[in-house]
């Protein structure tokens, strides 16, 4: 069973205090709602607005969730392009591991790619997930392709997100599948939200 890149890329996360953080965040398009670990916002410092929601996941359904939704500052480790992300929700957990990240070792095989150059953080966590609601982050400023079987890469103002499966010496046959639906809903607003994550890893 092939394992797959799944566009997850180094960031520099910036609180509210002006506080960083230097992580991996996943830039999903198959989730409207953006998301972060818990951990990220201790290693911030960072309080938000206090928020309760469900979260509906393949063993358990509708479980509620107490935390919290702030405004968050993202921008590529290696460039200055700022992407703010409103009304992020915090969870415990994002189940995603950073092994599913492109490295420059990696990206060095492909010779459409060897030269996109990919930083490297002082993290193996994912804790950042970068959903649609903040289009800013997804859209396409360039594009590099292989053959049909080969990895891909879009650059982003976050920087170059890897995606496709990895080389045969890369495979493994550990893979976890997670699926996320939340509803939320506030004591002094009267708009719900509408969040999912779907994840392989």
Known sequence: MSKACLGIIPVRVT??????????????????????????????????????????????AGSSVSGSELTLRVQSVAGSDVVELTKVWYV????????????????????HLADI?????????????IG???????IPIKVRAGDGHQQFTVRTRLGWAVRGPLPAAD???????????????YCSSNWNDYGHLISAM
């Open 15 to 60: 609180g509210s205090n002006s506080r960083t953080c230097d992580t991996y965040a996943l830039i999903d398009d198959g989730a409207d709602k953006s998301l972060c670990d818990e951990r990220l916002l201790k290693r911030l410092g960072q309080k938000g607005r206090p928020v309760d929601f469900k979260i509906t996941t393949f063993s358990s």
């Open 92 to 111: 415990k957990r994002l189940p995603v591991n950073a092994k599913s990240a492109a490295s420059a070792e990696i990206s060095r095989r492909f010779p």
């Open 117 to 129: 150059g990919i930083p490297r953080v002082a993290s193996n966590d994912v804790m950042l997930l």
């Open 132 to 138: 649609s609601d903040t289009p800013e982050a997804h």
């Open 171 to 185: 495979n493994t046959s550990d893979v976890n599948i997670h699926l996320a639906s939340a509803v939320t809903s």
